[in-house]
């Protein structure tokens, strides 16, 4: 698989799992933003634009480390994000986007910002360098729709402080994601073309234009419901985080949850990210 995400435009979803934005306190942020159903997303985000000169043109993404922002004094509110990103080729026809070609996916880390007065959700997602997480380990994908490669994937997440492993999203099957396959693609082809410049959410089709029309995007689906500890607890220095998007038909969750734990375990057709905030 040949990419390079350096150029590759980044977007993520925002609450496409039940219950994420009311634990993650963001609820209100939407309070103005029309859905086409009750469990819908509600927008796409640029977190990755190439070439840009605002804050979203620094490359985020490390296999390896979170930088925790500086000047904050450990009091920033930083969550470790439990996704699953998808790389699509995007072919486009009178400037529009009009498909999207699975290509491979991934464990990823959406780490945000929990800070209140931010207008676009932009402005929690990318803080500079290792701001955000990507695993090396990308997965192929020949087909998004049921009966495809990641029909039996589940996410599951962990944070280890101070010796200790604590789950901190919920294990949750791909297929429990409140959009998926068809319909979410196709939802978001009509984000990528016809979202407006409204309250928490920018105007993808001049993002697109703005950064050339690039040939591949990576799409983050949207993070999972978290655990009372994800909840409630966030990330400091020292912290070491792990995301796994695994094969739930070949790997048991205990294994997961030892190899996050230290074990030498070998683990089947699973995209690992594990990060250390610095």
Same mark, same amino acid.
């Given at each position: 698989?040949?990419?390079?995400? $350096?150029? $590759?435009?980044?977007?993520? &979803?925002?609450?496409?799992?039940?219950?994420?934005?009311? %634990?993650?306190?963001?609820?209100?942020?939407?309070?103005?933003? $029309?859905?086409?159903?009750?469990?819908?997303?509600?927008?796409?985000?640029?977190? !990755?634009?190439? #070439?840009?000169? *605002?804050?979203?043109?620094?490359? /985020?993404?490390?296999?390896?480390?979170?930088?925790?922002?500086?000047?904050?004094? *450990?009091?920033?509110?930083?969550?470790?994000?439990?996704?699953?990103?998808?790389?699509?080729?995007?072919? =486009?026809?009178?400037?529009?986007?009009?498909?999207?070609?699975?290509?491979?996916?991934?464990?990823?880390?959406?780490?945000? +910002?929990?800070?209140?007065?931010?207008?676009?959700?932009?402005?929690?997602?990318?803080?500079?360098?290792?701001?955000? #997480?990507?695993?090396?380990?990308?997965? /192929?994908?020949?087909?998004?729709? *049921?009966?495809?490669?990641?029909?039996?994937?589940?996410?599951?997440?962990?944070?280890? *402080?101070?010796?200790?492993?604590?789950? !901190?999203?919920?294990?949750? /099957?791909?297929? $429990? =994601?409140? !959009?998926? !396959? @068809?319909?979410?693609?196709?939802?978001?082809?009509?984000?990528?073309?016809?979202?407006?410049?409204?309250?928490?959410?920018?105007?993808?089709?001049? &993002? +697109?234009?703005?950064?050339?029309?690039? %040939?591949?995007?990576? +799409?983050?689906?949207?993070? @999972?419901? =978290? @655990?009372?500890?994800?909840?409630?607890?966030?990330? %400091?220095?020292?912290?070491?985080?792990?995301? =796994?998007?695994?094969?739930?038909?070949?790997?048991?969750? %205990?294994?997961?949850?030892?190899?996050?734990?230290?074990?030498?375990?070998?683990?089947?057709?699973?995209?690992?990210?594990?990060?250390?905030?610095?």
């Amino acid at each position: 698989m040949n990419f390079d995400l $350096t150029q $590759t435009l980044c977007f993520g &979803i925002a609450g496409n799992f039940a219950h994420h934005l009311e %634990q993650a306190g963001e609820n209100a942020d939407f309070v103005h933003v $029309t859905t086409e159903a009750e469990n819908a997303p509600k927008g796409l985000f640029p977190y !990755y634009v190439p #070439g840009s000169d *605002r804050f979203v043109g620094t490359y /985020p993404l490390s296999h390896s480390h979170i930088r925790y922002p500086q000047n904050m004094e *450990r009091n920033a509110h930083l969550h470790l994000e439990a996704e699953v990103c998808v790389l699509f080729d995007v072919t =486009y026809h009178d400037q529009k986007v009009v498909d999207l070609t699975p290509k491979a996916f991934a464990a990823f880390n959406d780490c945000s +910002i929990r800070k209140e007065g931010a207008k676009k959700i932009s402005e929690k997602k990318n803080w500079g360098p290792s701001s955000k #997480g990507v695993s090396a380990s990308f997965l /192929p994908l020949t087909q998004f729709e *049921r009966g495809g490669e990641m029909d039996p994937f589940h996410i599951a997440s962990f944070v280890k *402080r101070d010796g200790q492993l604590h789950a !901190y999203g919920e294990d949750s /099957p791909v297929l $429990t =994601y409140n !959009y998926f !396959y @068809t319909q979410l693609k196709n939802w978001i082809l009509h984000q990528l073309n016809h979202q407006a410049d409204f309250g928490p959410l920018e105007d993808l089709a001049a &993002i +697109i234009q703005q950064a050339g029309c690039p %040939q591949q995007f990576m +799409i983050s689906l949207g993070a @999972t419901s =978290y @655990t009372a500890f994800g909840e409630s607890v966030f990330l %400091q220095p020292g912290d070491s985080l792990s995301v =796994y998007v695994y094969d739930a038909s070949q790997n048991a969750l %205990q294994d997961i949850e030892a190899h996050a734990n230290g074990a030498e375990i070998a683990l089947k057709n699973a995209s690992v990210l594990q990060q250390h905030v610095i």
